[in-house]
Each structure stands twice: as C-alpha cells, then as structure tokens.
C-alpha cells in the first residue's frame, strides 16, 4: 500500500476518534463532580427552605438554619458559582437557576400547603435541632427536589466499540 493511502488512513482514523470521542471539556459539561451535586441539592433545600420561613410562618427555624449551617452554604455557593462559570453561562445562568428553584417551592407550597409546611419543619427539626446528620446528607434526601440538576460522572470502562488501536505504523486495526 502507498504512503500517501497509509498516511490518509491514518489521518481518517484520527478524524474519526475526534468526532466520536468527546473533548474533557464536553464531557465536564454534561456531568458533574460529587461536590456539584451535593452543592445543588443544598441550594434546592434553601430555596424550599426560604419559602417555607416565609410561607410558613417558620422564620425563626429558618435564620436559626442559616446561623448554623453558613460556612456549608457559603461553600455550597461558592461551587456553584465555578460549576456555572465553567459550563453553564456564569453568574446569569446561576440566578436563573435560584430563581426557578424559588418559584419550584412556591409551586410545591402553592399545590400541598399543610404537608408542604409539615415537612419543612421536620427538616429544621433534622437541621437545627441537632441531629448527627450533616448539612449534605440532609440536602441529598430531602423530598421536596424539583428543580433539573447535574447527574454526577462517573468513570466509564473503555470497550472495543470505544477506540481504535494504532498497531505500528502502517497498519490500523480495530
């Protein structure tokens, strides 16, 4: 076989595991690290949290979880600022996103208001009264979720399908 033939096969083969491999960078787009995730689920909490101190009539409970709990949502803020610098469109895509976390819990209060207030006072209770369970821990498994979140990454094993293989260099197998 020509040089000219072996080196545009080779060429080919690269321009097809560019086109079927995605960059890190889209990859990071579509999925997020643990911490994403957790910082998402704690902001979702706040917000429904927020409303139901408002709605509510669970003030005190609410200033009383955010006394307690600033450094984790300071930190929680914070990831979410880089999460949507780095993939989503910065700090306008961020306030989009509290907003429509917002309006999500005063929809949930809007449709179920009694059990809606009953279960945002069993978090306070799990948040500010002392339970062992951490700021993350109560976010993740929190009911009232609503709002599109990342799905976290996770490694994926290669599989033949995945690549092609340069055996030397005249020669392409899959």
Do not use: W
Request: glycine content about 6%; overall charge positive.
């Amino acid at each position: 076989m020509p040089n000219q033939i072996k080196a545009s096969l080779l060429g080919l083969a690269v321009v097809v595991m560019v086109a079927i491999c995605p960059s890190a960078d889209a990859t990071e787009a579509r999925c997020a690290s643990a911490a994403d995730v957790d910082a998402f689920a704690i902001r979702d909490l706040q917000s429904r949290l927020m409303v139901a101190g408002l709605a509510c009539g669970q003030r005190a409970p609410y200033n009383a979880f955010v006394a307690i709990h600033k450094s984790g949502l300071d930190r929680s803020a914070r990831q979410l600022i880089e999460y949507f610098r780095a993939n989503t469109g910065g700090v306008r895509a961020l306030d989009a996103h509290v907003t429509r976390a917002a309006n999500a819990a005063s929809l949930r209060h809007g449709e179920s208001q009694g059990a809606y207030c009953a279960q945002t006072a069993q978090l306070f209770r799990d948040l500010v009264g002392g339970s062992k369970r951490s700021l993350s821990q109560v976010a993740r498994n929190a009911k009232l979720k609503s709002v599109t979140k990342p799905v976290a990454c996770t490694a994926k094993a290669p599989t033949n399908a995945d690549a092609l293989v340069i055996v030397d260099s005249n020669s392409i197998t899959e």
